[in-house]
């Protein structure tokens, strides 16, 4: 009698849980590195960054003298300083391998003490950005001795880290500077024992280490640092106890009352906003933030960006009533990434981000797309994009239309230089208008289209300027003196600029300059900080909106400008001059005898993470991934070690992502079990049989888009495994191996938008089709197609609804089977223990949160959220020899179809998610099981 086969291994690993998806990080530019040595850096420049070689020399060199005074401290090996030209070429390097917002400026990382960073910033910010991550360095080798084991397991809070880095750096503006005011003075400060994280973590940060400077001196600062080495689990309590034998309450009162007196001078000079006009608001109790005010040709519309749906947008809002009146984009979106907006998706600049056209039917924004931006012209009567120019130069941000409506200006970085450029709406085609060396940014053009009016840089400090549009090389300094000038607008007779400066208490307030007379008017007079003032003709004449900041968030207000406070009068224009030139404190010269190609790619130590399940049957799944990388992270040595029920496994592979194609060469190891039952004679025989698959392949992906890849493998597996079969009535296993030479191609596609806990909202999905060749008989031994799709959809800021469809057949001499159950999958039932080579499965999940924090005596839990779900499944066996039988459901009753439903937990704990299920099995009418199936296990959920 012939034996029929029950049940066959999978050609390549299968379960859903175990499949890449992620955006991905596509390398449009090409890096040709070399290196420059200097007493204490490495820098590792290309030709883009050449030209800035001896600038950024000078700035590393004048900070790590500062700093190893203000530390007594030396690092003890030269610091790799890697530099980018732009930001948009920073975002491609694979120092750190998954994707770099806009929103970061740069980074250090423990393992080699990198510096990562972009050039493209005015000279004293570029200045302070390096002193910045060079605190970082000096950080990991005080702190951690430069061991890159204590940098990931010490569990320092980042207000501590970033806090200490930016005081030491003194890079905050006075943008940073109103947070913590505006923060005193409302009594929101928190305690150093407080896990303060995100932006107001460096806020906060900077002013307590600026405290412990103030109150004991630079000696006092050292012993803070150094006895929060000694202090093996980061806790800042016992660093304070036994630097200032205080306790952390009196530490936190001494603090903000000192805090206090700091800013009571301001507190009695200056109000709210609304002291000086009313705002404007979404509607009552919805909280949220506001900038970049645009004025429609009327005067009677406000183009603003707003995040009343949790998302930026683009809103409209009414002059008269001050309240929202049309909505013009839609959050969540695959045409572009993210609307550029300053404060919310990019840093700071200057100047605004919108601007209405003169026939008042478009609002134009930038739009972060691929490589660059874009400029968007939004339809200002219906929503959505009328129109898309693509802007060539990098970080264009801040718009401007022409009177006639024919060309826009911006702000853009292109050959080392930030400068204005002119797009001609028409052709499509881009002017450099400026062209200088300065940093000009934030333009304006005058009423009668003659004059454009821009920030730009002198010095320290950025300065009005005009430019006369007939003559570009004719320009005069409009504004002088100290502090920053940014931001303007014309009053709408043309006869005045509205403009933001810090001049006065280094406190943002909006002022007017009058063309004619000089004369200087200031119309606010803030605790927190005032921006991007227009001017809008309303029934009682010319008012000014513009956005402040106030109890944590920027919103937008209205002011009358004739109840000012005149301030003196401006210097007269003059012709530009020469301009002031930011001089670091030591000059680093530029020598080729100093410069040399990189060689070799030697690999060191880059990354360690760790995973453990566990199944319904207790089933133990640990997991430990190490990374290796050379000094950019473009060639990568991954290794993946395995434990399942004791069965070993490692994965080891080489991946190459210097360029777009990225390529690889893997080979593995993969010795597991699948679960085995008797299904013809109905007897519950359920049993664990070994498999074990060895191999090597060669794989290449292309990124098609930030969204979508294309990706390929070939190779060779040599496989050992107990096949079950059936003789005699009786189940037996009869050994089997196969030599598999295999090619695959598939498709993955993820839109997938993250809260902190997971995904929220968005899709991916996985398409596979395999092919694997049987080597002995001929022909095919197994051919496959796989689908894996999620689906998550948003109910409110916390709550969404999650699905997942995996489905998958295979056919062939001997086709591979599809395993799963347990763990994420199908739950209430055996890990790996619903099997066939034609299976599917679907889950359903409502997600919600439950506690946002949890602090116990002993512990501190976060986002302990909670779900219900439904999953359905099956899966068939149809092999040459044997079908089975299958029928999925009868009369509404499943049959060979599996089902469970119940309810979940799931909570950070020590930096790891951790989640408890509770199934039932159900048919459909009645529920199997009379106590719940509970599964613990620690991993990300799909």
């Known amino acids: 009698m012939r034996g029929k086969i029950l049940a066959l291994s999978v050609l390549v690993a299968a379960a859903a849980h175990a499949q890449y998806f992620g955006k991905n990080k596509v390398r449009y530019d090409t890096f040709s590195w070399q290196e420059f040595a200097t007493p204490h850096f490495r820098i590792s420049f290309y030709d883009r960054v050449e030209p800035q070689l001896g600038k950024v020399a000078s700035f590393a060199e004048s900070a790590y003298d500062e700093l190893a005074r203000k530390l007594n401290f030396q690092i003890p090996e030269p610091i790799p300083l890697i530099a980018y030209a732009t930001h948009a070429e920073f975002e491609q390097t694979n120092v750190i391998i998954e994707g770099i917002p806009e929103g970061v400026g740069a980074f250090a990382v423990p393992a080699r003490n990198r510096m990562v960073l972009p050039v493209d910033l005015p000279d004293a910010e570029l200045q302070k950005l390096i002193q910045h991550e060079l605190v970082h360095i000096f950080q990991y080798e005080i702190l951690f001795q430069g061991k890159l084991g204590k940098a990931l397991t010490t569990n320092i809070p980042q207000w501590f880290m970033e806090g200490m880095a930016s005081y030491l750096a003194q890079d905050e503006d006075s943008r940073a500077k109103a947070v913590m005011r505006d923060a005193t003075l409302a009594d929101r400060v928190p305690s150093v024992a407080d896990n303060v994280t ?35 689990t980061g806790a800042v309590d016992k660093a304070v106890k036994r630097a200032f034998d205080l306790d952390v309450e009196e530490f936190d009162a001494r603090f903000r009352a000192w805090l206090r007196k700091k800013y009571q001078p301001v507190a009695l000079e200056r109000g709210d906003p ?22 429609s040709p009327s005067g009677e519309l406000i183009a603003a960006f707003t ?150 840089q002198s010095g320290e400090h950025a300065k009005l300027f005009q430019l006369e549009l007939a003559n570009p090389q004719n320009r005069v300094q409009l504004t002088f003196g100290a502090g920053d000038d940014e ?51 309303t029934k009682d004449g010319e008012r000014v909106v513009y956005q402040a900041y106030t109890k944590g968030r920027w919103q937008l207000y209205l002011t009358d400008p004739g109840q000012g406070e005149e301030v003196g009068r401006e210097e007269e224009a003059a012709p530009v001059q020469q301009r002031e030139v930011f001089v670091p404190a030591i000059t680093v010269p530029v020598t080729q005898d100093k410069i040399s190609p ?54 080891v592979a080489y991946v ?21 039952a008797d299904t013809f004679t109905g007897r519950e025989v359920r049993l664990k049989r070994l498999y074990r698959e060895t191999g090597a392949a060669v794989f290449a992906q292309y990124p098609l888009s930030l969204y979508l890849r294309a990706e390929a493998a070939a190779g060779y597996i040599y496989r050992d495994i107990d096949y079950p079969v059936l003789f005699g009535g009786q189940l037996f296993f009869i050994p089997i191996t196969d030599h598999i030479p295999f090619v695959q191609a598939g498709l993955t596609g993820d839109t997938t938008g993250w809260n902190d806990y997971g995904p929220h909202w968005g899709r991916r999905w996985s398409l596979l089709l395999a092919q694997a060749f049987d080597a002995k008989n001929g022909g095919t031994l197994s051919r496959e197609l796989r689908l894996d799709a999620r689906q998550y ?107 469970s439903y119940g309810f979940g937990f799931s909570v950070e704990l020590f930096g790891l998610p951790v989640h408890w299920d509770f199934a039932k099995r159900w048919d459909f009418k009645k529920t199997l099981d009379k106590g719940f199936n509970t599964s613990f296990w620690i991993g990300f959920r799909y």
């Open 487 to 537: 931001g303007a607008s014309f009053s709408r007779d043309g006869k005045a600029l509205y403009f933001a400066s810090d001049r006065d208490q280094g406190v943002f307030d909006i002022y007017r300059l009058d063309l004619e007379t000089r004369k200087l008017t200031r119309l606010t007079k803030v605790i927190g900080a005032a921006l991007n003032p227009v001017a809008v003709v």
């Open 274 to 295: 609304r002291e000086f006009g009313p705002a404007f608001r979404i509607e009552e109790g919805v909280r949220s933030a506001e900038a970049s005010p645009a004025v």
């Open 598 to 651: 990189v060689k070799g790619h030697k690999l060191f130590a880059d990354n360690v993470q760790v995973a453990v399940q566990f199944s319904e049957d207790q089933t133990l799944i640990s997991q430990a991934f190490l990374s290796f990388a050379d000094h950019y992270g473009d060639r990568r040595l991954n290794v993946l070690l395995e434990s399942v029920s004791g069965y070993s496994n490692f994965q």
């Open 793 to 899: 959809l948003p109910l409110s800021r916390r709550n969404e609804l999650a699905f997942r469809l995996f489905a998958a057949v295979a056919d062939g001499n001997r086709p591979s089977i599809f395993y799963f159950g347990g763990v994420d999958t199908l739950r209430g039932f055996d890990y790996r223990s619903v099997l066939g080579n034609q299976a599917a499965y679907f889950n359903a999940e409502w997600r919600f949160p439950l506690i946002d924090h949890l602090v116990l005596p002993w512990l501190h839990l976060r986002d302990f959220r909670g779900r219900f779900f439904l999953d359905v499944g099956a899966a068939r066996v149809d092999v040459p020899g044997y079908t089975q039988p299958f029928r999925f459901m009868k009369d509404g009753q499943l049959q060979d179809g599996l089902s």
């Open 307 to 456: 995040t009343y749906k949790d998302d930026v947008d683009v809103a409209l809002f009414s002059v008269p009533k001050r309240k929202l009146y049309k909505n013009l984009t839609r959050g969540y979106t695959t045409r572009y990434e993210y609307l550029v907006a300053q404060l919310f998706t990019v840093g700071p600049n200057r100047g605004r981000d919108l601007a209405f056209s003169p026939d008042g039917d478009t609002v134009a924004v930038f739009a972060r797309s691929g490589r660059g931006r874009v400029l968007l012209l939004l339809d200002a009567l219906k929503g959505g994009v009328a129109k898309e120019y693509p802007i060539p130069q990098d970080q264009a941000m801040e718009p401007a239309f022409s009177p006639d409506g024919k060309t826009v200006a911006f702000h853009a970085f292109a050959n080392g230089q930030a400068d204005i450029f002119l797009l001609d709406l028409a052709s499509g085609t881009v002017q450099n208008l400026t062209n200088d060396p300065a940093y000009d940014a934030a333009p304006v053009f005058s009423p009668d289209g003659k004059f454009l009016v821009y920030s730009s």
């Open 656 to 676: 190459n992502l210097e360029k777009r194609w990225q390529w690889g060469v893997t080979v593995f190891d993969d010795r597991s079990y699948f679960v085995a």
């Open 198 to 232: 995100g932006y107001f973590a460096y806020r906060f940060g900077h002013m307590v280490f600026a405290f412990v400077e103030s109150e004991w001196g630079v000696e006092g600062l050292r012993d803070f640092i150094f006895e929060t080495r000694n202090t093996l």
